[in-house]
């Protein structure tokens, strides 16, 4: 694109070169025909230059825009997975029981106190002196809904899996699994989408360009993705401009 505006613009000024020797030295016979093709030849290359710039200058507000929408969609798979998770001690891959899950599970608010009773096994072996412990007693209050405390009265959650602006039928790619050595594993997911995938209906060159950015304020590399299934993290790999409350 750089390339495109720098060249256009080299050709502007030659051409203006061009029209002010024709201007100078050409006979007034044909100095008019030469005249007018060549400021045509301007106004041309002009129009094509601003065009490469404003063209950009769209590609990157229609690129965030969809961007916001398909990591609204995956912050609410990410949180469906964590409370996946803490019920179950794993994440899932299949996005059918994530959504049954929502549905039917629920949250067990519980309560931890310390109490001290009698150690009957101390007490036997001290000849019948009362000994004491420290114990921790686990009580459950309540059981709250996964979909009312994740997604109150929204229904989201039945297409969050469907990415955004892509062709029809294109959903984020969920893994799960665990890592680490065998007595150490941790549960770890992975949701993701190409961003040629958002962007499909762009122009080619600019989505080639977007795939190649590193910038601590853009998306770095080819997809948008929530979670790694190489290390545990549960984050997003956008910049802090797209962290934005969902919508309830």
């Known amino acids: 694109m750089l390339n495109l505006i720098l060249i256009s613009v080299a050709v502007i000024l030659l051409t203006v070169g061009i029209v002010w020797l024709i201007d100078k030295f050409v006979p007034s016979k044909i100095k008019p025909i030469l005249m007018i ?7 041309f290359l002009g129009y094509i230059t601003f ?3 404003y063209g950009e200058i769209q590609f990157n507000k229609i690129k965030e ?8 969609n995956l ?3 990410r949180d469906s997975q964590l409370a996946y998770r803490e019920r179950n001690g794993k994440f899932t891959n299949n996005y059918n029981e994530l ?17 001290t009773v ?9 000849g019948g002196v009362e000994m004491t412990k420290e114990i ?3 009580d459950t209050l309540d059981q709250v809904s996964i979909k009312d405390s994740l997604f109150k009265t929204s229904t989201r959650y039945k297409t969050m899996m469907n990415v955004p602006f892509a062709p029809e039928g294109t959903k984020f790619k969920l893994k799960a699994g665990v890592i680490g050595e065998e007595n150490e594993q941790d549960a770890v997911f992975e949701a993701s989408v190409l961003k040629s995938l958002v962007l499909h209906d762009q122009d080619q060159d600019l989505i080639y360009k977007e795939n190649e950015v590193v910038s601590v304020e853009e998306i770095d590399g080819k997809t948008i993705r929530v979670g790694s299934m190489e290390e545990v993290k549960v984050i ?10 969902t919508k309830q």
Do not use: C, H
Not at 37 to 43: D, Q
């Open 37 to 43: 093709a060549l400021w045509a030849l301007i106004i």
């Open 51 to 53: 065009m490469s710039v």
């Open 65 to 72: 825009k969809r961007y916001a929408k398909v990591i609204n």
């Open 75 to 77: 912050v609410d798979i």
């Open 99 to 115: 959504i049954n899950f929502i549905e039917n599970g629920k949250f067990i608010i519980t309560q931890r106190r310390d109490s």
């Open 118 to 126: 009698i150690d009957e096994e101390r007490t036997k072996a001290y």
């Open 136 to 138: 921790t007693i686990i």
């Open 236 to 245: 997003g790999n956008w910049p802090k401009l797209y962290d934005v409350p």
